[in-house]
């Protein structure tokens, strides 16, 4: 051994192992060693401290471990008198969990394969050393480099295959760095991945970011060519294409019309597959001569019935089918000419009080059924499925198969959501949602209703669509403030559609690996995410969380975190996070770099002095330089 290499080790040794207990390992420390910096080639080294990484030599192993906590132990040796007598004050006990080791090549690998023995000597880390115990790398995979150790100028680099084929979450209060980290993640994975071979890039993989709050809009955030989708309820906004094939599936429009499971979900089948029949050749004329024939055959049979109780309500129904107008513009009631008669229990038409049920030959000539043909087929989509809604119940009724106290707050919920779906949705089918393979749908500007309902919408549809295409694609869905949507606790809407939506999205969380469908999720609150969504991510960001409650839904969710980084992250400084997942051996405490401004989210904290600037100020170009500290005091020393 080389006499620099023996003065390297006799600086960089700080003791030796005096205590082994299962993984936890203890270390005396040499008397010389208990500054806090030591001195190495013109070199400041820190001392190991707690949190910190120890090498622990065994042969041709070197051991890995990280320092968990220290203390003093008072050292006494018995005296002439036979009392113990202070030999040493200061002997310092470090406590130590292994982590894993180095072998003979080189490589480190996470976990414990030998224990160290009594009397091996314990060294500090070097930074050669402190970057193999970080490397991600595996042979010649691509990588990303996005962060660096926390506390060190060394960058880690994130394999691109074990992180981005795999779910991820990312967790942080607000202002920890939690939108920079999944803006920088997924910047480096697409800069990465099309100058590879961006034709591939474009054809086989597909992006889709759920953005709740406008914050990934911005032209050079993530990707410059990405499509943006400003959606908005409260006046004109971008639209997402739906053809009618995907609004008639009978998956969606449940989604739609929050539709429960045992009573509105087969209403709505039979009204679809009625819908399908009529429209089956294409022909809009033919279809509404067959929805004129059908209405007067229900006008027909409404028009004798003895109840008068349903019958009044079908009627109700005809008027929302209906236009209010004839063909001349005048106001029509379709109820003037009838009229309900008590003793005889059944309609009668007024003119001539003419019994419609036993002159049913006479009902062609009432107003309702003359004003039948003022139907036209309405213009939009949405508006001709409530139409066959209302038919199909009146048909129902009619036969008693449904009550409708059961069905009409579907048709009321389709109807009440009618105007935020024209103005969210394109349903002439024309375009096309990818036009770009990276897709940001804005939610910012979206009532509370209609966040929860589109993204779960619109996930099925692309997790339904993306299982067809085939083995060579892969698709991404990230959701930021995945609270939102993955709630197991919601007042706004019944329990059924609560499962139905949570349902939906562990499926593709359970899932979607196997069609090449992954899913990363970003939120302030862990704690408020169903569990079976949290466990099932393989990798996680942890930033500055305190709540107590998402505390310790990570302790529980996150694998592998060791006592001391778990107290640790209610303070984690901003941009700084504990990774942890299959991706890594060992969780790891990384500061992620901040992005250039240009690049960011849109999740600055707003500054007064910006927004409320001093009236009359210099700009800050025109500010005097800062006086040196060092020039500051001259006349004041006397020497």
Known sequence: MSADRLIQDAVLRIGEVCAVEGRKVYILVDKNKNLTDLFLDGDILKNISVNSFIEIRKGFLSLIGRVEGEKIEEDRAPSNGGKFELVNRTRRILTVALAGYIDEKGRFTGGTKELPLIGNEAYIVTRGKIARVHNLRVDSSPTISIADIYGDDIPVEFPIDGLFNSHIAIFGNTGSGKSNTLASLYQELIRVLSSRNEQAFRENTRFAIFDFNGEYTRTDCIWPDKKVYSLSTRDAGDKLPLDEEALLDLDVLPILADATEKTQKPFLRRAIGFYNRVFENGNDDDAETHIRNILRQCVTNVLQMSDKVRATLLLDYFEEILPAHNDDGEDVNINADIEWNNTHVEFMLKPGNIYLRSNAHRIPETILYRHVECYKLEESLLSRVITFLYIQLIYDVLANRSQNDHIAPVINRLKAKKSDIDKLFDLNGN???????????????????????????????????????????????????????????????????????????????????????????????????????TSQAHNYFIHRLINDGDLKTIASAVSYIDRVMQDSIPTLPTGTCIFSGVATQMPMKLNVRELADHRKPKSDTRKFSVIVPEAGAASKEELPAEPNPEDQFDDEIPF
């Open 431 to 533: 375009a096309d949602f990818w036009e770009s393979n990276v897709v940001v749908v804005s939610l910012s500007r979206v009532n509370i209703g209609m966040k929860k309902t589109l993204p779960l919408l619109l996930a099925k549809r692309l997790y339904d669509d993306h299982k067809k295409l085939g083995d060579d694609k892969s698709l991404t869905m990230i959701v930021d403030e995945a609270h939102n949507i993955l709630s197991d606790e919601s007042f706004r809407e019944a329990e059924s559609w609560k499962d139905y939506r949570l349902e939906t999205f562990e499926e593709i969380i359970k899932e979607g690996r196997k069609f090449g469908v992954f899913v990363t999720i970003a939120s302030q609150r862990p704690n408020d995410i169903s569990p079976t969504i």
